[in-house]
Structure formats: C-alpha cells, structure tokens
C-alpha cells in the first residue's frame, strides 16, 4: 500500500491545485425549475462519482428530478482522468481527505440547512460521491459545531448508490435518515457498502441491495440503478426504503442511454 499512495501522495496535491483554477459557477448545477412543484420547505442536493464532467452531472440530475419531481441542485465532483479520479478515491476513502469537492459542498449546504424555512434537505450521492458524502457530514456537523447549531443536521438525510467508503458516521446521529442503495454485482459497492452489512457500528444506515433487475450487475447511475423500490430487499431490517417510497415517476427507468 505504501508504494502505491507514495507517488499518490507526491503528485495528486498538483492535480488539486489544478483544480482551483477551474472553480466557477459550473461547479455547481442549478434544479431544472420547470420539473414538478419545487416546494420551498425542501431542498435537494447530488454529488457525483468517478469520470463525471459537468454534462453527466447534468443528466444525473435530471434522472433524479424526472423520477422524484423534485429540482436538484448537483454539485460536480471534478474529474481528472480516470486514473486519478481513482487514486483520488483510495485517498479521500483512506485518508479521510477533505477535497475541494467536500469543501465545495459543506458551503452550499450549509446555509440551506441553516436556513429556517427549509425542513428537509435531502443529499443524494453516487460512487466516489458517497465516500465525500460522509466527510460532508463530518464538516458540516464540526461547522455547525462552532455555533453551537448541530441541531440543523436533523433536517438532513442522506441517501447512496454504490457507496466505495469504508465507513459512514452518523455524526452523533443527528442526521435524520441515511440509506445506501446498491447492485449486488456493482464492483465498486461489493468493496464499499457491501462489505460492511455487519459492520453497523462503523457503517451506519439501512442497505438496500438489488438482486433480481439485470441480475444486480452494473455502477453507473442512470444505466443500471433502478429508483423502484420494489427491486430493492433490506438486509438489515424489513423497514422499507424511505427515499424509493417517496411519491414520483418510476415507469420507463433506469434511463437507456
């Protein structure tokens, strides 16, 4: 392991400091107005995976907003290339590593669940997001923290698909509700989420797994995740998937691109 995170280590701080020039309004994707009654008491946010620009970002909000008939604001997890978006993972899922990314969405984040009008904020994430998911939670619990305002996380919940980290914290379990989707074949989830079912200490939240739709096989979001709650079990309680359940469209999904 030291031999592969030591050339990480050297070159991956440029490849950081390339990113800071590109930091503009395209990090950040505003919700489609036109779809559904966008209430005002809620709000939406998603964090992208591996080998996403801003065009993919795009359609996997929209893909959330068609199925949910909710606005989705993504926020792009910037790609680099393949290769490095994976060193990135190993060290963010590692290290515990706050990329700008994390950075990045702690600000936008924050205000809305400090913002009194709003009641729920729902953060959906996929991949490489998940990993940045849970170290969003973590900054935005020490943020609040700070203010002595660690009660706002009550108004968040949060929700993967093919989650790669290696543990997920529920901050002194203020937040409201958490949920990892996964394909039971989805490479990427089988050393994530999948991996860590009996570790419900280190690794909280209820799993969902597909088994049956494509023979649980496939990562990328909109090609093979599903939003139809009923492809999915729980493997740790019969509870049922509270974000699958919410009402929307589900015929005609996953998209076929």
Request: hydrophobic content about 40%.
């Amino acid at each position: 392991m030291f031999i592969i995170t030591l050339p990480i280590g050297l070159f991956y701080p440029l490849i950081a400091l390339k990113s800071l020039k590109t930091l503009s309004d395209r990090q950040i994707r505003p919700p489609s107005l036109q779809i559904g009654d966008d209430k005002t008491n809620e709000k939406w946010f998603f964090i992208n995976g591996v080998a996403v620009d801003y065009g993919w970002l795009d359609e996997n909000c929209k893909y959330i907003e068609k199925r949910f008939n909710k606005g989705v604001t993504g926020i792009l997890n910037s790609s680099y290339g393949i290769f490095w978006d994976t060193m990135e993972t190993i060290l963010v899922r590692s290290f515990d590593i706050d990329v700008i990314a994390v950075r990045f969405a702690t600000e936008n984040i924050l205000p809305v669940l400090k913002d009194e009008k709003i009641e729920t904020v729902r953060l959906i994430a996929h991949s490489e997001g998940a990993v940045m998911a849970n170290l969003i939670m973590r900054k935005l619990y020490i943020e609040l923290s700070i203010t002595n305002e660690v009660d706002f996380l009550k108004k968040l919940e949060v929700y993967t698909f093919a989650n790669a980290s290696r543990e997920f914290i529920n901050p002194n379990n203020l937040v409201r509700r958490i949920e990892h989707y996964a394909n039971k074949r989805d490479p990427i989830a089988m050393v994530g989420v999948l991996s860590n079912i009996d570790n419900k200490q280190r690794f909280q939240g209820e799993i969902f797994v597909n088994e049956l739709r494509n023979d649980g096989k496939g990562h990328l979001l909109n090609t093979f995740y599903n939003f139809n709650a009923s492809d999915y079990k729980s493997l740790r309680s019969n509870s049922p998937p509270t974000l699958l359940k919410l009402p929307g469209f589900v015929d005609n999904l996953p998209i076929k691109l």
